[in-house]
């Protein structure tokens, strides 16, 4: 079933960047979709950003064009870079499948706070 693990996330001003990492303990991710996903406090989890097995990839509106997405499947991890980072933007991230099929992570805490 495999698992995943969050990290690379912090305390950081409003501006700044970060980049999050997604480790997945097999191969699964190089046979789905991917996504990263955040869950602020009070609210739902939904998704952030999508990456297809060919490297496509899909946004939310509201981190389009300061956050990318990328994958390595020789390391069977998928990164989130996130730039000119908000405080809307604080919330826990957290990676998996497009169809959930791994039990989900701790998640990484972003806090983005002046």
């Known amino acids: 079933q495999g698992q995943v693990v969050e990290s690379g996330g912090g305390l950081v001003q409003p501006g700044a960047s970060l980049r999050l990492s997604c480790a997945a303990s097999g191969s699964i991710f190089r046979f789905y979709a991917v996504s990263w996903y955040r869950q602020a406090p009070g609210k739902q989890r939904e998704v952030v950003a999508t990456?297809?097995?060919?490297?496509?990839?899909n946004y939310a509106d509201a981190v389009k064009g300061r956050f990318t997405i990328s994958r390595d499947n020789a390391k069977n991890t998928v990164y989130l870079q996130m730039n000119s980072l908000k405080p809307e933007d604080t919330a826990v991230y957290y990676c998996?499948?497009?169809?959930?099929?791994?039990?989900w992570g701790q998640g990484t805490q972003v806090t983005v706070s002046s």
């Open positions: 998996n499948t497009v169809v959930q099929n791994i039990p």
């Open positions: 990456i297809s097995i060919g490297d496509v990839t």
